[in-house]
C-alpha cells in the first residue's frame, strides 16, 4: 500500500532581521527536520502548543511555503514545485478561522467556483452540478450559494470552508484547527462532519489541534510536537494514556479534567526555549524533571519504543498500562 | 448601495456638501446650453464693470471679458482637471502600491523607496519641475499633480494590500488554483476598492486647489483659455482696485473645495467598516441604564448579589435581549463559575456588574447588582468608578489586549494603584515587583521594566491577574482568562487563581466555556443558554447528574481526554438569535424531550437548597439529584 502523503525531512528556517541588501542576520528554525508518513486512509493528529511550528508544517504541505529542506510525497508521487495549484488538486487545506478564509466580497457560489474551474476546468453546467453534490455532503442549502460570507455562523462558514476543499477533488485534507474558532455544540457537528465526509469520500486527514481531547477523539495516531520537533509518535488510544516523552505527560497532565483536582503540573514559571539562541540538546529539557546532561549536550532523535510509539527522548517514561 | 447612500445622508455636513456639489456639476454641465457670452471676446471699452451691470452679470475683467461666463467655463475645466488628475492619480497609485504590498520583499523595498524619493520633494517643487520638463499647457498640469499624488495612494494602498495579501482568502485563493494576476484583480482589488475611493474623495479638493496653483502661477491653462487658477492669476493685479475680479473664482474655488472636503469626509466615514461599527463613537463611561418599575428586593446572600438583570442591546430598532433575568450570587472565598457558549449572555453579565457594558448600544433595563448590600444598577458614575479595581476587579480573556503596548509592565501596574490612592515612586515600584512576585513571575525585579510584548502569553495574563489584584478587590470576575493560553500555561494560571482566592479570600466570578476548568476550580455553576440560566448548582452535582437537557447535551459533545476515537453527540441546530427569542424554553428547537407546553410561556428556574433548573422535564428528579 502506498501511503497517502509522506515527507522526509521537512523543515523550515524563517530568515529575521535582514540587512538592506537582504542579507539575514539571524534565523529561526520553525520546523526542525520531520520525517513521518500518513496511510491512506488514516487520520493523523498533529498536537502542540502555540508556536511549536504545526501551522508552518501544515502549509508547506500544501505549498504556502517552500520549505527549507525535505522533500514531499503525495500517493507516491513526488511533489518538489512549490506551485500551490499543483498541490491543490491532491491535498487541500480547511483553515483555522472560517470566517476570515473566505473573501468578504466574493459570493459563497463564487468562492466555490474557482477551484472548480481553475483546477479541473469544468464547464458552468458541471460545475453547478458539483457545487449541489458536495452541498448536500456537507449539509448547507443551496440558497446559501448567493449569499456573502459574513450572513453566515461560525459553524455553517467552517463547512463551507469544508466544501471549497472537497470541491478541489484532493483526497488529502490538512485540517489546521478547524474547530478551535466553533462553540463546543458547533464543533461536534462539524467533527462528526469531518468523520462521515471521510467514510464517505476515502479521504486522509491531517488534523492539527491543540486541544488534546478533539486531537484524540478524532485520529488513528497522534504525533507530538514541541519546538519544531516531533518528540513522540504513536496510537492515538496510548499516546495521552501513557505517554513516553516527559512533555507529552506534562500535556496530558495540564488538560482540565473533570473528576482530577486542580494541581498545576508545572510549579515553575517556564517559558519557552529561545527560537533565536535554541539550546544544544533536547528544547525541553530545561523544563524536565528528568534531565540529564546529555540531554542538555545532545538531540535526541526519534526512536521506535516499547507498544508502537517512537519517542524522541534518552529516558522515555516507559511504565505500564 | 442604498444603505450607503442613508448613511451618508444622515451627516448634515456631508449631504450639504453633496447638495452645494451636485448644483455646481449641474451648472457646469448646462453652461454650453445657457445663453452665455463668449469667455473669450475681448472688449476693453467694457472692461472693470462692476457686478450687476446691465449684460454682465457678475461684471468683466481686465479686458471686458464677461465674468459669468468664464467663470462657469472656467468651473467646468477646473473640475474635469481635478477629476481627471486624482483619477490618473488613484489608478497609476493603487496599482504600484498594490503591486508592492502583494509581492512584498525586495519588490515592495524597491518600489517603495523610489516612492519615498519622490515624497521627500515638497511637491509644489516637484510639479514645477515637472512642468518645466513638459512645458506649461493645462495638460501637462494636470500630468504633473497626477504624478506629485501618486505616492500617496502607494502608501496607502500598499499598506491596506498588505494586511489583505496575509489573510486567509487569498491562500484559499492560491490552493483553488488561482494566478497571482487573478488574486490581485478577484480577491485584492475588491477589498481595496473602498479605501481608494475613500483616498480619492479626500484629496480631489487639494488637486483642484493644486491644478488652480499652477494655473495661477502661469503655468497650467494658457491665455485666453479660463480657469479657476489662471482667472485668479489674471485679477491678481487689480486686486485693489477691482477686487470683484478675484472674489469671483477665490469664492467658487472655496465653494468646490469645501464641498468637495466635507462630501469626502461623509464618503469615508460612511465607507470606513470601523467607523461603521460605531467603534470610534465613544461608549459611555457606564451603561445606560433604564430601569422601570423598583429594583427587586435584595434576597441577603453573598457579597455580590445579582438580582434578575436584564441587560438589552438597542440597535436601529431592533432589541437583543443579552441578558434575560439573571440572579446569581457568590460569597467571599468562593467562587462561582459561568458556563455557556458565545452569545449566552455570560460576559455581558459579568461586564453589567460594574456598568462596563459600552453604551451605546447597551442598556440595563432592570434588575439589581448588589454589593454588600448597595444597588449599584444606577449609581452614579463616580462611585462606579471608586469601586471598579478596588472592589471588584476584571481579568479579561486577552492579555494583550488589555495592557497597553506602548507602556510597562510595571508602569502599568502602578498607574492602576494610582487611580485608587496616591502612592510614591518608589512604594509603588515595591508595590509592583510585590504583586508580580504574587503572582509568581520569576524574577520580578527584573520583569516590570518589560513591554507587554516582551513577555509570553501566560506572563501577559499573570500581570493581567496582578493588576485585578493591585487594590486588593473582593471580587474578582475573570472572562476566559485562559481560552487564549496553551493547556500547560492554563494549568498554572488556575492553580494560581485557586491559590490566591483561598489565601486572600477572593470571590471569584469564573466565566468559560469549559466543563474541565469549572470541574477544577469552581464550587457553584450556573449554565446559561440564551440570556438566562437554564441550571444551577453544586459542581458536582450538576457534572455528576445535570439536570437540564442541554447542560446534559453541552457536556456530551465535549470530548474527553482518554476516551480514545469515537463518535461524538452533537447538539443539532444553532443557539436561537437573541433578537428574535421563542416563546417558552429557548433550548427547545433543539431539545430531544420536547414538549407541546416546552414552547408555551415562561418556565420558572425552580429548585431547592441552591440547586435549580429551568426545564418542565428535567433529567432526574430533585431528590433523586440531591441523594
Given amino acids: 500500500m502506498t501511503a497517502a502523503l509522506s515527507f522526509e525531512n521537512l523543515s523550515k528556517t524563517f530568515p529575521v532581521g535582514r540587512t538592506l541588501l537582504g542579507a539575514s542576520r539571524a534565523s529561526v528554525k520553525a520546523v526542525h527536520p520531520i520525517t513521518l508518513t500518513v496511510e491512506k486512509n488514516e487520520t493523523l493528529g498533529i498536537v502542540g502548543e502555540s508556536g511549536c511550528g504545526k501551522s508552518t508544517l501544515a502549509r508547506m504541505l500544501v505549498g504556502l511555503l517552500e520549505p527549507t529542506t525535505g522533500a514531499i510525497q503525495i500517493e507516491g508521487a513526488a511533489l518538489d514545485t512549490a506551485d500551490p495549484a499543483e498541490f491543490g488538486k491532491r491535498i487541500q487545506y480547511v483553515f483555522q478561522d472560517p470566517i476570515s478564509s473566505l473573501n468578504p466580497r466574493k459570493t459563497i457560489r463564487q468562492i466555490m467556483d474557482a477551484p472548480l474551474k481553475l483546477l479541473h476546468g469544468m464547464g458552468k453546467e458541471e460545475r453547478d452540478k458539483r457545487i449541489s453534490e458536495i452541498f448536500e455532503s456537507v449539509n448547507l442549502r443551496e440558497e446559501f450559494l448567493e449569499r456573502y460570507p459574513h450572513e453566515f455562523s461560525g459553524g455553517q462558514a467552517q463547512r463551507i470552508g469544508i466544501a471549497r476543499a472537497l470541491a478541489a477533488n484532493a483526497r488529502i485534507l490538512i485540517l489546521d484547527e478547524p474547530v478551535s474558532a466553533l462553540d463546543v455544540s458547533v464543533q461536534a457537528q462539524v467533527l462528526n462532519l469531518l468523520a462521515d465526509l471521510k467514510a464517505a469520500f476515502d479521504l486522509t486527514y491531517l488534523f492539527i489541534s491543540h486541544d488534546l481531547a478533539v486531537v484524540e477523539a478524532v485520529s488513528d495516531r497522534i504525533a507530538v510536537l514541541y519546538f519544531g520537533s516531533v518528540v513522540e509518535l504513536g496510537p492515538a488510544e496510548k499516546v495521552f494514556a501513557n505517554p513516553q516523552h516527559p512533555y507529552t505527560k506534562l500535556l496530558a497532565e495540564s488538560a482540565p479534567v473533570v473528576g482530577r483536582p486542580l494541581t498545576a503540573p508545572e510549579a515553575k514559571g517556564t517559558e519557552l526555549p529561545n527560537p533565536l539562541d535554541p539550546p544544544p540538546g533536547c528544547a525541553f529539557a530545561a523544563r524536565c524533571l528528568h534531565a540529564t546532561d546529555r540531554c542538555r549536550a545532545e538531540v535526541p532523535k526519534l526512536t521506535e519504543g516499547a507498544q508502537g510509539t517512537s519517542v524522541a527522548c534518552f529516558h522515555p517514561l516507559g511504565g505500564a498500562e | ?627
Avoid at chain 2, 454650453?32 to 471699452?45: F, Q
Avoid at chain 2, 474635469?80 to 515592495?108: E, L, N, S, W
Wanted: with cysteine.
Fill in chain 2, 1 to 627: 448601495m442604498i444603505a450607503f447612500v442613508r448613511l451618508l445622508a444622515r451627516n448634515r455636513l456631508a449631504l450639504a456638501g453633496g447638495i452645494v456639489l451636485s448644483l455646481v456639476i449641474l451648472l457646469v454641465l448646462l453652461t454650453p446650453i445657457l445663453p452665455l457670452a463668449d469667455p473669450d471676446v475681448t472688449d476693453t471699452a467694457n472692461r472693470f464693470k462692476p457686478p450687476f451691470s446691465q449684460g454682465a452679470l457678475l461684471g468683466t475683467d481686465h479686458l471686458g471679458r464677461d465674468l459669468l461666463s468664464r467663470l462657469l467655463w472656467g468651473t467646468q475645466l477646473s473640475l474635469a482637471v481635478g477629476f481627471a488628475a486624482a483619477i490618473i492619480a488613484a489608478t497609476v497609485g493603487a496599482a504600484i502600491g498594490i503591486v508592492a504590498g502583494f509581492y512584498g520583499g525586495r519588490t515592495d523595498n524597491i518600489i517603495m523607496r523610489g516612492v519615498d524619493m519622490l515624497m521627500a520633494f515638497p511637491y509644489i517643487l516637484l510639479a514645477l519641475a515637472i512642468v518645466a520638463a513638459l512645458g506649461p499647457g493645462l495638460f501637462n498640469a494636470l500630468i504633473a499633480v497626477a504624478a506629485v499624488n501618486v505616492p500617496f495612494f502607494a502608501r496607502n494602498i500598499r499598506g491596506v494590500t498588505v494586511g489583505i495579501a496575509h489573510k486567509e482568502f487569498v491562500d484559499a485563493a492560491r490552493l483553488a488554483g488561482m494566478s497571482n494576476t487573478r488574486i490581485i484583480l478577484t480577491e485584492v482589488l475588491p477589498n481595496v476598492i473602498p479605501v481608494i475611493i475613500i483616498a480619492m474623495s479626500t484629496t480631489i479638493g487639494w488637486m483642484i486647489l493644486e491644478t488652480a496653483g499652477l494655473s495661477f502661477l502661469g503655468l497650467g491653462s494658457q491665455p485666453p483659455q479660463a480657469d479657476l487658477g489662471s482667472m485668479l492669476g489674471e485679477a491678481r493685479s487689480a486686486l485693489i482696485s477691482n477686487p470683484h475680479t478675484s472674489i469671483v473664482p477665490g469664492v467658487m474655488i472655496l465653494i468646490i473645495v469645501m464641498s468637495i472636503n466635507l462630501l469626502g469626509d461623509g464618503v469615508r466615514d460612511a465607507l470606513d467598516p470601523r467607523l461603521k461599527s460605531g467603534a470610534l463613537s465613544r461608549p459611555m463611561a457606564a451603561t445606560l441604564v433604564r430601569r422601570a418599575g423598583t429594583p427587586p428586593p435584595p434576597a441577603g446572600r453573598g457579597l455580590l448579589e445579582v438580582r434578575e438583570l436584564q441587560t438589552q442591546f438597542h440597535v436601529k430598532d431592533r432589541v437583543y435581549r443579552a441578558v434575560g433575568g439573571v440572579s446569581l450570587h457568590v460569597e467571599k472565598g468562593e467562587c462561582l463559575g459561568i458556563i455557556g457558549e458565545s452569545g449566552s449572555g455570560k460576559s455581558v453579565t459579568a461586564l453589567s456588574v460594574m456598568g462596563l457594558v459600552a453604551s451605546p448600544p447597551g442598556v440595563i433595563t432592570g434588575g439589581a447588582v448588589r454589593y454588600d448590600g448597595t444597588d449599584l444598577i444606577g449609581a452614579p458614575y463616580r462611585q462606579l468608578r471608586d469601586m471598579r479595581g478596588r472592589n471588584v476587579a476584571y481579568i479579561f480573556q486577552d492579555p494583550l489586549a488589555t495592557l497597553h503596548p506602548l507602556y510597562r509592565v510595571g508602569d502599568q501596574l502602578v498607574e492602576a494603584i494610582r487611580s485608587h490612592r496616591p502612592i510614591g515612586k518608589e512604594e509603588g515600584r515595591a508595590k509592583a515587583i510585590e504583586l508580580l512576585a504574587a503572582v509568581r513571575i520569576p524574577n520580578p525585579e527584573k520583569r516590570i521594566s518589560d513591554y507587554p510584548h516582551e513577555m509570553s502569553g501566560g506572563m501577559r495574563q499573570r500581570v493581567g491577574i496582578a493588576m485585578a489584584l493591585a487594590n486588593d478587590p473582593d471580587i474578582i470576575i475573570a472572562d476566559e482568562p485562559t481560552t487564549a493560553l496553551d493547556v500547560t500555561v492554563q494549568a498554572q494560571i488556575l492553580a494560581l487563581l485557586d491559590d490566591l482566592r483561598r489565601s486572600r479570600g477572593l470571590a471569584i466570578v469564573f466565566i468559560t466555556h469549559d466543563f474541565g476548568v469549572v470541574a477544577q476550580l469552581c464550587d457553584r455553576v450556573a449554565v446559561m443558554y440564551a440570556g438566562r440560566i437554564v441550571e444551577e448548582g453544586h459542581t458536582r452535582e450538576i457534572l455528576e447528574t445535570p439536570r437540564h437537557p442541554y447542560t446534559t447535551r453541552l457536556m456530551a459533545c465535549v470530548p474527553e481526554l482518554g476516551e480514545g476515537k469515537r463518535r461524538l453527540e452533537a447538539i443539532a441546530g444553532l443557539p436561537p438569535v437573541v433578537d428574535k427569542l421563542p416563546a417558552g424554553c429557548a433550548f427547545a428547537e433543539r431539545c430531544l424531550k420536547v414538549q407541546e407546553v416546552c414552547r408555551q410561556g415562561d418556565i420558572p428556574l425552580e429548585g431547592t437548597g441552591g440547586r435549580a433548573v429551568r426545564c418542565l422535564f428535567p433529567e432526574a428528579p430533585i431528590s433523586e439529584a440531591a441523594e
